[in-house]
């Protein structure tokens, strides 16, 4: 009921930026955070940064500084701008969000397919 598309990765070079976009759709009433996380090849999936409805972020320690989460709330749209971006922050990101269904009691967890993003040094 409750979907998530992701746009935005690519390859880039080291020093680059990257903005990824996550939209969400279907019967929501509201939604009370939206989250970025990656997944790096064989590793475990990580939070990279969170955002609630009232505005308040989290960062992982590792993107501090160089990347900017934020959202619309009248577009059910997240952002993630990915600035100074390293090697190390190649991986697949996922974007997940978690809320309330309309005309209902029952909240939803839901993810996106991933977008890649790729810094080459």
């Known amino acids: 009921q409750v979907q998530l598309v992701e746009s935005g990765g690519g390859l880039v070079q080291a020093g680059e930026s990257l903005r990824l976009s996550c939209a969400a759709s279907g019967s929501i009433s509201v939604i009370d955070a939206m989250n970025w996380y990656r997944q790096a090849p064989g590793k475990q999936r990580d939070v990279v940064a969170v955002?609630?409805?009232?505005?308040?972020?989290n960062y992982a320690d590792s993107v501090k500084g160089r990347f900017t989460i934020s959202r619309d709330n009248a577009k059910n749209t997240a952002y993630l701008q990915m600035n100074s971006l390293k090697p190390e922050d190649t991986a697949v990101y996922y974007c997940n969000a978690v809320g309330l269904i309309r005309w209902s009691r029952k909240r939803f967890d839901v993810w996106g397919q991933g977008t890649q993003v790729t810094v080459s040094s």
């Open positions: 955002i609630t409805s009232g505005g308040t972020t």
